[in-house]
T-cell receptor, first 116, second 113 residues
Framework: NAGVMQNPRHLVRRRGQEARLRCSPMKGHSHVYWYRQLPEEGLKFMVY????????ESGMPKERFSAEFPKEGPSILRIQQVVRGDSAAYFCASSPLGGQSYNEQFFGPGTRLTVL | DQQVKQNSPSLSVQEGRISILNCDYT??????FLWYKKYPAEGPTFLIS?????DKNEDGRFTVFLNKSAKHLSLHIVPSQPGDSAVYFC????????????FGKGTKLSVKP
């Protein structure tokens, strides 16, 4: 039973380019959470999605960031017109029981985004 | 405004001894707490959790204690092993939330042989 998969593991972009980060949840999990970790910081919640629905995007920056979790395929976190401050590790987590406080989330290995 | 605080950035312990990692929180709506372990260049790995209706949960060498009145929890690892060396994150989720986790900044544990 494969764990949460994220790709690419490392992504380098120049300022102004687009970054696309992909996440495949664990088998049987239909709840996906995205988090961002800046250097020397803890993980910060960005967005929570179920299949075809954004449930909570209260942690997402208002501009340039978007997320989706289509009926088929992985969840995608998209960052348009990247800036240096977007450089961070982006982690995806999946859960069998999202939408409530009592849920254990299982994390992928992360995508490390570097903006030159 | 940090709702989950891990005030010790690092902790060094001798192999075989007990490691105690501490975490404080400010939000009284938190009702579920989790500890994650993280190695460099990897994602966090779930270790143990506790709900607010309990004050202790044990799993092998790992025990989490919750003191609701003090808004404090701790993770005990005994006996500590060199493979336990990693960054440990405390996380919490709030009653009525969609389950998003609020993380502390982490404590780097070094277990020396």
């Amino acid at each position: 039973n494969a764990g949460v998969m994220q790709n690419p593991r490392h992504l380098v972009r120049r300022r102004g380019q687009e970054a696309r980060l992909r996440c495949s949840p664990m088998k049987g999990h239909s709840h996906v959470y995205w988090y961002r970790q800046l250097p020397e910081e803890g993980l910060k919640f960005m967005v929570y999605l179920q299949k075809e629905n954004i449930i909570d995007e209260s942690g997402m920056p208002k501009e340039r960031f978007s997320a989706e979790f289509p009926k088929e395929g992985p969840s995608i976190l998209r960052i348009q017109q990247v800036v240096r401050g977007d450089s961070a590790a982006y982690f995806c987590a999946s859960s069998p029981l999202g939408g409530q406080s009592y849920n254990e989330q299982f994390f992928g290995p992360g995508t490390r985004l570097t903006v030159l | 405004d940090q709702q989950v605080k891990q005030n010790s950035p690092s902790l060094s312990v001798q192999e075989g001894r007990i490691s105690i990692l501490n975490c404080d929180y400010t939000n009284s709506m938190f009702d579920y707490f989790l500890w994650y372990k993280k190695y460099p260049a990897e994602g966090p790995t779930f270790l143990i959790s506790i709900s607010s209706i309990k004050d202790k949960n044990e799993d092998g060498r790992f025990t989490v204690f919750l003191n609701k009145s003090a808004k404090h929890l701790s993770l005990h690892i005994v006996p500590s092993q060199p493979g336990d060396s990693a960054v440990y994150f405390c996380a919490a989720s709030a009653k009525g939330s969609q389950g998003n986790l609020i993380f502390g900044k982490g404590t780097k544990l070094s277990v020396k042989p």
